[in-house]
């Protein structure tokens, strides 16, 4: 039997400089017309990419949300609003969009509401739709870059993401008391599956979230769990943080086996990609024919690795739960401080030209 064939076995990854090379070289063309979908909310990262469009004269509409949560502190919300000054500087040909995340009865509208809103944009215009996931949650991010994927323009479609794990760790999510689906993202068997169905759950595990897995891990009843962990990663001592972070869950209420834990490279989202879709593709051989297997995804991690999560769940339309947040807490001026520099820019090219010459 031949092996099964992965959309982004093969992806177009660019990272440091030869992302700023693909900016120059590419993007810049007279030729390209370039549609920069992103944030412009408080975090740091969200100026990093808008800036280096701008040092290359790329000819870019952007749209930009502001997330917006109903318990926002005000520190955060004034930092946005500076972050936005230097995007507008940035981004001559720009559009704003306040994002509610929550409704007035705490349901959630935001990966919805943002799926509405681009698709009123005329993406056929663009030869490049770029999705800058800095400084977008998880929520936003999936919707929209499942949309672009699927949408039936001849538009390359390009991943951007600062890759780093540090920043991700220092903001950190005060969640609502509700696990759901990300919009989108429920799978293709939500409505059928009957109770005997093994499910798998694969949660990207943060430190100190043990409720969010716990009301997620109450919601989907698992008959697996095998955790995500990252190794290689910058803070080596992280994946051992981990393991005795969540010893309780691992070893009493999960009962994992040491050899079900999955590791993936902290900066490779590919990598957690191709796992996810071996893991699939031998489950599947084993209960095919008995009571049937499906993967469940709680990528709540560093932002870069959970894209990996995202293209699996995108691929084979695995469900994806998790928790949102209703507000962030960070220390944002120590924040600032440690970031002498900014972090590498990753760049993902999940569709278009490369792919298109490929099949030739």
């Known amino acids: ?48 990419f808008a800036d280096l469009l701008a040092k290359h004269k790329v000819r870019t509409d952007s749209l930009l949300f502001r997330e917006e949560r109903p318990s926002a502190a005000k520190k955060l919300r004034d930092a946005a609003e500076e972050n936005l000054q230097t995007l507008a500087a940035s981004l001559p040909n720009r559009r704003v969009e306040a994002l509610p995340i929550f409704n007035q009865h705490n349901l959630l509208i935001g990966g919805k509401k943002a799926v509405e809103i681009v698709s009123q944009l005329n993406l056929a215009g663009y030869s490049d739709l770029v999705l800058d996931c800095s400084a977008l ?6 919707p929209i870059a499942r949309f672009l994927l699927e949408s039936q323009t001849k538009a390359n479609v390009h991943l951007i993401a600062v890759d780093e794990p540090g920043t991700d760790d220092e903001i950190v999510p005060v969640i609502s008391e509700r696990a759901s689906y990300i919009v989108g993202f429920r799978g293709a068997a939500r409505t059928g599956v009957g109770p005997e169905v093994a499910l798998l759950w694969l ?17 989907i009843k698992p008959y697996d769990v095998c955790p995500i962990l990252p190794f290689p990663c910058a803070d080596p001592k992280l994946p051992d943080k981990l393991l005795e972070d969540y010893s309780t869950e691992l070893q009493l209420r999960w009962e994992v086996d040491a050899r079900s834990i999955v590791y993936a490279h902290e900066s490779d989202p590919i990598d957690l990609y ?4 071996r893991l699939h593709f031998a489950r599947d051989r084993v209960f095919r024919e008995n009571r049937g297997s ?28 998790y928790v949102e947040a209703v507000e962030y807490r960070l220390d944002l001026d120590q924040l600032k401080k440690r970031r002498t520099s900014t972090g590498p820019l990753v760049h993902l090219w999940l569709r278009g030209e490369p792919y298109d010459n490929a099949q030739t």
């Not at 390209?32 to 412009?40: D, H, K, T, W, Y």
């Not at 191709?274 to 879709?277: A, C, F, K, M, N």
Request: contains cysteine.
């Open 294 to 321: 499906e993967i469940v995804l709680s990528p709540l991690g560093s932002k870069l690795l959970s894209l990996g999560a995202m293209l699996a769940a995108i691929e084979h339309n695995f469900p994806v739960v």
């Open 274 to 277: 191709r796992s996810i879709l």
């Open 203 to 219: 949660p990207q595990l943060v430190l100190k979230q043990h409720r969010a897995f716990e009301l997620i891990y109450d919601m």
């Open 137 to 142: 949650s998880r929520g936003v991010i999936f």
């Open 1 to 48: 039997m031949s092996a099964p064939v992965l959309r982004w076995d093969h992806c177009v990854v660019n990272r440091e400089q030869n992302v700023e090379r693909f900016v120059q070289e590419y993007l810049s063309q007279k030729q390209r017309s370039v549609c920069l979908i992103a944030g412009a909310g408080f975090d740091p990262r969200s100026t990093t």
